[in-house]
Nanobody, 122 residues
Framework: QVQLKESGGGSVQPGGSLRLSCTAS????????FAWFRQPPGKEREFVAL????????LYADSVKGRFTISRDNPTNILYLQMNDLKPEDTAVYYC???????????????WGQGTQVTVAS
């Protein structure tokens, strides 16, 4: 089972940008789907974005569409989430996850990172 580790979280003012990274411990299987989820304070974990590891087809939650971009670098096994125009409601712990289904549902993912905190505040 691939291990995932996120980095790049931090505090930023509204309108700012952050780039999250997620490093996989091994080369993902060709059918792997990688995703970012987030868990705001006091709320359930929710889908943010996903991408096919080979093929690049991406899907975004409506709340982040046009502001966030998911991408991956195959040679280094790193998944990214570029977050622009951040808003206070983007404050959450962000998790990367790996699965084999093109799905926005949490149960579809069997490997999870430990999470990285993103705080957006003035």
């Amino acid at each position: 089972q691939v291990q995932l580790k996120e980095s790049g979280g931090g505090s930023v003012q509204p309108g700012g940008s952050l780039r999250l990274s997620c490093t996989a411990s091994a080369r993902p299987f060709s059918r792997s789907i990688f995703a970012w989820f987030r868990q705001p304070p006091g709320k359930e974990r929710e889908f943010v974005a996903l991408i096919r590891w080979h093929g690049g087809s991406a899907l975004y939650a409506d709340s982040v569409k046009g502001r966030f971009t998911i991408s991956r670098d195959n040679p280094t096994n790193i998944l990214y989430l570029q977050m622009n125009d951040l808003k206070p409601e983007d404050t959450a712990v962000y998790y990367c996850a790996r699965g084999s289904q093109y799905s926005t549902s949490l149960p579809a993912y069997d490997s999870w990172g430990q999470g990285t905190q993103v705080t957006v505040a003035s």
